[in-house]
């Protein structure tokens, strides 16, 4: 089934590809995407397409920024209907809290969660997940959702927040010194997710538009109108999956047991939504070891053990089968597409 995303997400794109020289109609028809379906931000578009746009675009426009860039061009009246809950909401937390519930209308393969920061007591995580991206990556389009998320938090307290560092998943795309602009907060590079890091007593700062009513409304008619799907068991368990391979936690007793049920419980649900845990499984360790191959310098021995996998050989037979390539053809065609295109157009 094919993931869709509201046109929403590309707000902004013509005006930024103009402004940088390009075309943009022609880069939205490379991609399949009707240009005319950007002038309503809430039609739905592929996210796979949205995701391969910015990924193209950022190369042909040598604009390794562009997705820090088109967020720019964004504000919390991108996400739409759940804007009115986010800005009229008591707090960061009960703001955070209404986009986790219902980010999924932004798009469906995206998970949004505030988390405490592992080690660190005194601070939180506001973390992003792209579930289904199929894409070789989607580093243009974390970006860009990080970027949205810092300036959403922003805004609202002047342009400035407590924000004690970044996370981001890649390696850095423009020189590092561009994200320390962007977000004013020291960034770490090649992390295991992307997230805002803050410290634990911002997250009660009261919002400034703070309106029960307009808040309980707008909350209400997010409920009726749209599901509510606390994102399906099969896609809880990929989120832990996604924190925890590697670990104990990544076996089904172990994902159980954080779920409060019975392995053959989960086994059962599991099956009723068509899926297996073993398929989920894999379906994480195929995405994680391609934004390790593709994003990362980490070592071959080290990716095979954050995947779980026993040894790199078991690496390498997992990559046969998911891609039809070694590990090492992977990260090498990753590495130099952009250096042949340049040198094919001189």
Known sequence: MTT????AVLRGFPELVTRLGGDPRALLRKHRLNPGALDNEDALIPSRASIELLEDSARLLQCPDFGL???QFQDVSTLGPLAIAIQHARSVREAAASASRFIFIQGADVVFTLQPAPMERDCAELRFE???AQSMNCRQCTDLAIGLTHRIISLPFGGSYPLDRVLLPHEPLAPASAYARFFGAPVRFAQAYAALRVPVAFLEAPLPDFNET???LAVN???????DREHSLSARVRLILSKSLGSSQSEIGGVAALLAMHPRTLQRQLAEEESTFESIRDQVRRQAALRYLVSTELALTQIATLLGLSEQSALTR???RWFDK???EIRNE????????????R
Not at 334 to 345: I, L, M, Y
């Open 4 to 7: 869709m995303a509201r046109a």
């Open 69 to 71: 860039r088109l967020a």
């Open 130 to 132: 792209f579930l289904e």
């Open 214 to 216: 307009l808040r309980t």
């Open 221 to 227: 008619y997010l409920e009726r109108n749209y599901s």
């Open 318 to 320: 997992c990559c046969r």
């Open 326 to 328: 070694t590990p090492s």
């Open 334 to 345: 990753a590495a130099t597409p952009d250096e042949g295109k340049r040198a094919s157009a």
